[in-house]
């Protein structure tokens, strides 16, 4: 099969590997019809993450299901299906709360290294009846897509800010899943969300959405907006030290921080006694991603919540390549790409 493959920093290749085996009884061999590139896997690509050995990249996938194990329920051969980022054991009491954060084994991410890359031709899914679900009439693929990663992500983000209805809100960084927690915020009864980015064109395209564009400093713009109070909550969509700065600066005492950015591995200098003093909440998670499935798919399904416009571009497996330069250029038209094995 076909893999999109990282060596080092900036060295992405079109590998070819063997076919995935069945990984178990429970587990299932998914053929991948569709695959995306999402801002996480840029830690990979720009040297974030140390490489030791050739990765096979991507943890976005929805496809059909070829070959089962014979303990597994929920899916059969020829399901179309969409398949969890975040991949818990599926039988402990962790996995039973529907948050494969808490399997009591550690999550695992595809295309970290530990299991395969869903950017590929075929994927094996171990706890088929955990990490899979069917795909339901009246989505489309780039729905279901987002429901595997970035709009479980950035709906986690928004859940987990205490928002207040009529509040305020910050969303930091304007990407796939910032777009997503922008979106999700307002829904949640957000009466403005601040969205905050460098890239200008990135800007223009959240007036649209509802979304008040704003150019970073996030401290400077949130105190703008707020007579200098401070917002309600802070979404942090990017999760550098800069932003994770400028959340907890930017919120207003007694207010929430959430972040779903993803940090590189050097320790974050944390303002404990600010934060102490003004009483901040601070909440990190990444996607509890099953857990999310039962609210987003009938509002996805209702036209309540659209996700119409984060989808940018679709290439071919094969241009994965010039598909990450593009992701990585992190301009305005290239916010997400959606590959094609």
């Not at 305005?332 to 790409?337: A, F, H, I, L, N």
């Amino acid at each position: 099969m076909r893999s999109v493959v990282i060596d080092g920093p900036g060295s992405i290749r079109v590998d070819t590997r063997p076919d995935p085996v069945l990984p178990g009884a429970d587990g299932a061999v998914v053929a991948v019809t569709a695959t995306a590139i999402c801002g996480s896997d840029l830690h990979f690509y720009e040297g974030d993450y140390p490489i030791a050995d050739p990765v096979p990249l991507g943890h976005e996938a929805i496809g059909t299901v070829v070959e089962t194990g014979p303990e597994v329920a929920s899916v059969r051969v020829g399901d179309r299906v969409m398949v969890s980022s975040v991949a818990g054991c599926g039988h402990c009491g962790g996995c039973a709360t529907r948050d494969p954060i808490r399997c009591h084994s550690g999550p695992l991410i595809f295309g970290s290294g530990a299991l395969g890359g869903a950017q590929s031709e075929l994927l094996a899914v171990p706890g088929a009846d955990f990490q899979l679900a069917r795909i339901p009439d009246g989505l489309s693929d780039e729905e279901a897509l987002l429901l595997t990663d970035n709009l479980a992500t950035g709906w986690a983000a928004a859940l987990r800010a205490d928002i207040p209805v009529g509040g305020t809100v910050a969303v930091i960084g304007l990407g796939a899943v910032g777009l997503c927690a922008a979106r999700s915020a307002l829904f949640l009864g957000a009466a403005t969300v601040l969205g905050i980015d460098p890239v200008a064109q990135r800007r223009d395209r959240v007036v649209a959405m509802g979304i008040t564009p704003a150019e970073p400093s996030a401290t400077t713009a949130v105190m703008e907006l707020t007579g200098g109070r401070g917002v309600d909550a802070v979404i942090d969509a990017v999760g550098s030290d800069v932003t994770m700065s400028d959340a907890l600066t930017a919120v207003r005492a007694g207010g929430t921080v959430s972040v779903v950015g993803v940090h590189d591995l050097q320790p974050f200098p944390f303002p404990a006694l600010p934060a102490l003093v003004r009483s901040i909440t601070l909440r990190m998670t990444t996607a509890p991603v099953q857990q999310t499935w039962p609210q987003l798919i009938p509002l996805l399904q209702s036209g309540r919540l659209s996700v119409d416009g984060i989808f940018t571009t679709e290439m071919p497996l094969d241009a994965a390549a010039d598909a990450y330069r593009a992701v990585a250029a992190r301009s305005g038209d290239v916010v997400k790409v959606l590959l094609t094995p």
